[in-house]
Protein backbone atom coordinates (compact mmCIF):
# COMPACT_ATOMS: atom_id res chain seq x y z
CA UNK A 1 0.00 0.00 0.00
CA UNK A 2 2.67 2.68 -0.81
CA UNK A 3 1.06 4.08 -3.99
CA UNK A 4 -2.05 5.06 -4.85
CA UNK A 5 -3.39 5.96 -8.35
CA UNK A 6 -6.42 8.49 -9.20
CA UNK A 7 -7.79 9.05 -12.07
CA UNK A 8 -9.26 12.65 -12.57
CA UNK A 9 -11.35 14.16 -15.55
CA UNK A 10 -12.17 17.53 -13.75
CA UNK A 11 -15.41 16.52 -12.69
CA UNK A 12 -17.46 16.59 -9.30
CA UNK A 13 -17.57 13.11 -9.13
CA UNK A 14 -13.32 13.23 -9.63
CA UNK A 15 -13.41 15.96 -6.76
CA UNK A 16 -15.52 14.35 -3.96
CA UNK A 17 -12.78 11.06 -5.15
CA UNK A 18 -9.59 13.15 -4.80
CA UNK A 19 -11.21 14.65 -0.99
CA UNK A 20 -12.21 10.85 -0.06
CA UNK A 21 -8.22 9.82 -1.05
CA UNK A 22 -6.58 12.57 1.07
CA UNK A 23 -8.92 11.93 4.26
CA UNK A 24 -8.35 7.92 3.79
CA UNK A 25 -4.42 8.40 3.36
CA UNK A 26 -3.70 9.34 6.75
CA UNK A 27 -4.25 6.23 7.54
CA UNK A 28 -1.58 4.57 4.86
CA UNK A 29 0.83 7.86 3.82
CA UNK A 30 1.02 6.13 0.34
CA UNK A 31 2.46 8.34 -2.93
CA UNK A 32 -0.65 9.72 -4.46
CA UNK A 33 -0.71 9.69 -8.60
CA UNK A 34 -2.69 11.58 -10.21
CA UNK A 35 -3.75 11.16 -13.92
CA UNK A 36 -5.37 12.62 -16.34
CA UNK A 37 -5.80 11.53 -20.06
CA UNK A 38 -7.16 13.86 -22.72
CA UNK A 39 -8.72 13.94 -26.52
CA UNK A 40 -6.83 16.13 -28.94
CA UNK A 41 -7.33 16.32 -33.20
CA UNK A 42 -6.19 13.75 -35.33
CA UNK A 43 -4.44 14.63 -38.59
CA UNK A 44 -2.20 13.38 -41.23
CA UNK A 45 0.08 14.77 -43.50
CA UNK A 46 0.88 18.71 -43.94
CA UNK A 47 -1.09 19.46 -40.70
CA UNK A 48 0.66 16.49 -38.21
CA UNK A 49 3.33 19.22 -37.11
CA UNK A 50 0.75 21.42 -36.18
CA UNK A 51 -1.23 18.29 -34.29
CA UNK A 52 2.20 17.97 -32.35
CA UNK A 53 2.12 21.65 -31.17
CA UNK A 54 -1.43 21.38 -30.19
CA UNK A 55 -0.57 18.09 -28.17
CA UNK A 56 2.29 20.01 -26.02
CA UNK A 57 -0.11 23.44 -25.72
CA UNK A 58 -2.84 20.89 -24.26
CA UNK A 59 -0.70 19.05 -22.21
CA UNK A 60 0.59 22.22 -20.87
CA UNK A 61 -2.44 23.40 -20.13
CA UNK A 62 -3.90 20.37 -18.31
CA UNK A 63 -1.03 19.99 -15.95
CA UNK A 64 -1.77 23.87 -14.83
CA UNK A 65 -5.45 22.74 -13.90
CA UNK A 66 -4.54 19.61 -12.87
CA UNK A 67 -2.42 21.25 -9.86
CA UNK A 68 -5.28 23.50 -9.40
CA UNK A 69 -7.85 21.05 -8.67
CA UNK A 70 -5.40 18.65 -6.60
CA UNK A 71 -5.35 21.93 -4.41
CA UNK A 72 -8.45 22.90 -4.36
CA UNK A 73 -9.40 19.45 -2.72
CA UNK A 74 -6.77 18.11 -0.41
CA UNK A 75 -7.44 20.33 2.54
CA UNK A 76 -4.80 20.91 5.13
CA UNK A 77 -3.12 17.12 3.57
CA UNK A 78 0.74 17.42 2.38
CA UNK A 79 1.16 14.01 1.26
CA UNK A 80 3.55 13.23 -1.56
CA UNK A 81 2.05 13.50 -5.25
CA UNK A 82 2.75 13.18 -8.95
CA UNK A 83 0.95 13.74 -11.73
CA UNK A 84 0.68 12.95 -15.15
CA UNK A 85 -1.18 13.94 -17.95
CA UNK A 86 -1.21 12.63 -21.59
CA UNK A 87 -3.62 11.43 -24.53
CA UNK A 88 -5.01 7.98 -25.15
CA UNK A 89 -7.76 5.48 -24.18
CA UNK A 90 -8.93 6.33 -20.97
CA UNK A 91 -9.44 2.31 -19.34
CA UNK A 92 -6.57 0.84 -20.68
CA UNK A 93 -4.39 4.09 -20.31
CA UNK A 94 -5.36 4.33 -16.89
CA UNK A 95 -4.95 0.29 -16.14
CA UNK A 96 -1.17 0.23 -18.04
CA UNK A 97 -0.27 3.92 -16.26
CA UNK A 98 -1.04 1.84 -12.47
CA UNK A 99 0.88 -1.46 -13.72
CA UNK A 100 3.67 0.90 -14.76
CA UNK A 101 4.13 3.24 -11.36
CA UNK A 102 3.53 -0.21 -9.77
CA UNK A 103 1.02 1.48 -8.15
CA UNK A 104 -1.09 -0.86 -5.51
CA UNK A 105 -4.45 0.58 -5.85
CA UNK A 106 -6.93 2.62 -8.26
CA UNK A 107 -9.43 5.04 -6.78
CA UNK A 108 -11.87 6.26 -9.39
CA UNK A 109 -15.30 8.46 -9.17
CA UNK A 110 -17.66 5.81 -10.42
CA UNK A 111 -20.55 8.14 -11.18
CA UNK A 112 -20.51 11.93 -13.11
CA UNK A 113 -19.11 13.62 -16.39
CA UNK A 114 -16.17 15.45 -17.08
CA UNK A 115 -15.56 18.68 -19.66
CA UNK A 116 -14.70 15.98 -22.41
CA UNK A 117 -17.21 13.83 -24.40
CA UNK A 118 -15.70 11.14 -24.59
CA UNK A 119 -14.24 10.54 -20.91
CA UNK A 120 -17.47 9.36 -18.85
CA UNK A 121 -16.82 8.64 -15.57
CA UNK A 122 -19.61 6.31 -15.35
CA UNK A 123 -18.41 3.63 -17.80
CA UNK A 124 -14.79 4.05 -17.20
CA UNK A 125 -15.60 3.08 -13.32
CA UNK A 126 -17.44 0.39 -14.64
CA UNK A 127 -14.82 -0.94 -16.66
CA UNK A 128 -12.19 -0.79 -14.23
CA UNK A 129 -14.21 -2.78 -12.17
CA UNK A 130 -15.02 -5.73 -14.35
CA UNK A 131 -11.81 -5.77 -15.52
CA UNK A 132 -9.05 -5.07 -12.67
CA UNK A 133 -5.95 -6.02 -13.58
CA UNK A 134 -4.95 -4.52 -10.28
CA UNK A 135 -7.26 -3.27 -7.28
CA UNK A 136 -9.84 -1.03 -7.90
CA UNK A 137 -11.81 1.21 -5.56
CA UNK A 138 -14.69 2.62 -6.67
CA UNK A 139 -16.58 5.62 -4.89
CA UNK A 140 -20.06 7.08 -5.37
CA UNK A 141 -20.27 10.68 -6.33
CA UNK A 142 -22.67 10.89 -3.29
CA UNK A 143 -20.46 9.42 -0.90
CA UNK A 144 -18.84 12.03 1.54
CA UNK A 145 -17.95 9.99 4.35
CA UNK A 146 -14.19 9.87 4.78
CA UNK A 147 -13.94 6.42 7.05
CA UNK A 148 -14.89 2.55 6.04
CA UNK A 149 -14.72 0.93 9.07
CA UNK A 150 -17.29 -2.09 8.19
CA UNK A 151 -16.51 -4.11 4.63
CA UNK A 152 -18.02 -6.48 2.85
CA UNK A 153 -16.46 -9.59 1.16
CA UNK A 154 -18.78 -11.27 -1.17
CA UNK A 155 -17.01 -14.60 -1.49
CA UNK A 156 -17.76 -16.99 -4.88
CA UNK A 157 -16.78 -20.78 -3.26
CA UNK A 158 -15.99 -21.71 -6.95
CA UNK A 159 -13.16 -19.54 -7.17
CA UNK A 160 -10.69 -19.82 -4.04
CA UNK A 161 -9.22 -16.71 -3.11
CA UNK A 162 -5.46 -16.19 -3.15
CA UNK A 163 -2.49 -15.34 -0.66
CA UNK A 164 -2.52 -12.03 -2.74
CA UNK A 165 -6.22 -11.48 -1.60
CA UNK A 166 -6.01 -12.18 2.13
CA UNK A 167 -2.68 -10.32 2.19
CA UNK A 168 -4.83 -7.35 0.70
CA UNK A 169 -7.53 -7.30 2.41
CA UNK A 170 -5.97 -7.60 6.02
CA UNK A 171 -3.39 -4.76 5.19
CA UNK A 172 -6.31 -2.72 3.70
CA UNK A 173 -8.59 -3.66 6.97
CA UNK A 174 -5.77 -3.02 9.66
CA UNK A 175 -5.07 0.06 8.17
CA UNK A 176 -8.47 1.69 8.32
CA UNK A 177 -9.35 -0.28 11.84
CA UNK A 178 -12.28 -1.89 9.86
CA UNK A 179 -14.21 -5.28 10.11
CA UNK A 180 -14.81 -7.84 7.68
CA UNK A 181 -17.56 -9.29 6.98
CA UNK A 182 -18.01 -12.33 4.79
CA UNK A 183 -21.09 -13.56 3.05
CA UNK A 184 -21.49 -16.77 0.44
CA UNK A 185 -24.87 -15.76 -1.08
CA UNK A 186 -26.88 -19.16 -2.62
CA UNK A 187 -30.33 -20.33 -4.07
CA UNK A 188 -32.55 -21.04 -0.76
CA UNK A 189 -32.14 -24.74 -1.47
CA UNK A 190 -28.57 -25.15 -2.77
CA UNK A 191 -26.41 -27.89 -0.34
CA UNK A 192 -23.32 -26.98 1.07
CA UNK A 193 -20.72 -29.33 -0.22
CA UNK A 194 -18.03 -30.81 1.77
CA UNK A 195 -15.85 -28.47 -1.18
CA UNK A 196 -17.18 -25.17 0.49
CA UNK A 197 -16.77 -26.50 3.56
CA UNK A 198 -13.43 -26.34 3.30
CA UNK A 199 -13.38 -23.10 1.28
CA UNK A 200 -15.46 -21.24 4.16
CA UNK A 201 -12.78 -22.52 6.64
CA UNK A 202 -9.68 -21.36 4.50
CA UNK A 203 -11.59 -17.75 4.53
CA UNK A 204 -12.25 -17.73 8.52
CA UNK A 205 -8.54 -18.86 8.96
CA UNK A 206 -6.95 -16.11 6.84
CA UNK A 207 -9.00 -13.28 7.18
CA UNK A 208 -10.54 -14.26 10.59
CA UNK A 209 -14.20 -13.58 9.97
CA UNK A 210 -16.56 -16.43 9.97
CA UNK A 211 -18.19 -16.41 6.75
CA UNK A 212 -22.50 -16.78 6.39
CA UNK A 213 -24.05 -18.16 3.79
CA UNK A 214 -27.34 -16.18 2.53
CA UNK A 215 -30.23 -17.92 0.99
CA UNK A 216 -32.17 -16.14 -1.68
CA UNK A 217 -35.94 -15.65 -0.71
CA UNK A 218 -38.86 -14.70 -2.29
CA UNK A 219 -37.24 -14.35 -5.57
CA UNK A 220 -34.69 -12.09 -4.83
CA UNK A 221 -31.73 -11.26 -7.44
CA UNK A 222 -27.90 -12.07 -5.31
CA UNK A 223 -27.23 -8.55 -6.20
CA UNK A 224 -30.60 -7.63 -3.78
CA UNK A 225 -29.82 -9.77 -1.35
CA UNK A 226 -26.10 -8.51 -0.71
CA UNK A 227 -27.88 -5.17 -0.72
CA UNK A 228 -30.26 -5.85 1.99
CA UNK A 229 -27.45 -7.15 3.65
CA UNK A 230 -25.22 -3.82 3.72
CA UNK A 231 -27.99 -2.05 4.61
CA UNK A 232 -29.40 -4.30 7.48
CA UNK A 233 -25.35 -3.95 8.73
CA UNK A 234 -24.44 -0.69 7.99
CA UNK A 235 -22.18 -1.84 5.77
CA UNK A 236 -19.74 1.20 4.01
CA UNK A 237 -17.72 -0.80 1.46
CA UNK A 238 -18.35 -3.85 -0.64
CA UNK A 239 -15.81 -6.17 -1.77
CA UNK A 240 -16.17 -8.60 -5.22
CA UNK A 241 -13.80 -10.04 -7.27
CA UNK A 242 -14.52 -10.65 -10.72
CA UNK A 243 -13.69 -13.56 -13.10
CA UNK A 244 -13.46 -14.09 -16.42
CA UNK A 245 -16.40 -14.52 -18.31
CA UNK A 246 -16.31 -15.34 -22.46
CA UNK A 247 -18.05 -12.53 -24.40
CA UNK A 248 -21.09 -15.70 -24.68
CA UNK A 249 -21.34 -15.70 -20.81
CA UNK A 250 -21.69 -12.07 -20.43
CA UNK A 251 -23.96 -11.83 -23.40
CA UNK A 252 -26.45 -14.25 -21.78
CA UNK A 253 -25.55 -13.70 -18.15
CA UNK A 254 -24.03 -10.72 -18.17
CA UNK A 255 -22.01 -9.90 -15.35
CA UNK A 256 -22.43 -10.16 -11.19
CA UNK A 257 -20.10 -7.46 -10.49
CA UNK A 258 -21.86 -5.04 -12.94
CA UNK A 259 -24.90 -5.74 -11.31
CA UNK A 260 -23.88 -5.24 -7.89
CA UNK A 261 -22.03 -1.41 -8.87
CA UNK A 262 -25.84 -0.58 -10.50
CA UNK A 263 -27.28 2.21 -7.76
CA UNK A 264 -25.15 1.11 -5.19
CA UNK A 265 -24.68 3.70 -2.29
CA UNK A 266 -21.37 2.77 -1.08
CA UNK A 267 -17.72 2.28 -2.17
CA UNK A 268 -17.25 -1.16 -3.98
CA UNK A 269 -13.30 -2.39 -4.12
CA UNK A 270 -12.80 -4.90 -7.00
CA UNK A 271 -9.51 -7.03 -6.64
CA UNK A 272 -8.17 -8.86 -9.75
CA UNK A 273 -8.79 -12.85 -9.84
CA UNK A 274 -4.98 -12.70 -10.18
CA UNK A 275 -1.92 -10.32 -10.39
CA UNK A 276 -0.47 -9.98 -13.89
CA UNK A 277 2.80 -8.95 -14.65
Given at each position: MKKFLIPVDFSEASAQTLRFVFEMNKHFYAQIEVIHL?????????????????????????????WDFINANKGDYHFDINIKVTAGGHYQGIMDYAKKTKSNLIIIGNKGSGKL??????????????????????????????????????????????????????????????????INVRDEFDP????????????????????????KENGKSIRETIHDYEKSHDIDLLITIPHYHTWLDRLLIGSETAELAKNEEIPILSLPEKIHD
Open positions: FDVPFAIGDESGQILTTFEQYKKSYEAELKRWRFGSVAKYLITHPEVPVLAIPAEFTSGSLKKMLLAADLVYPLSMFHYNFLKEFADKLQAAIHVTFEDDKKALSEIEKNIGAKPVILK
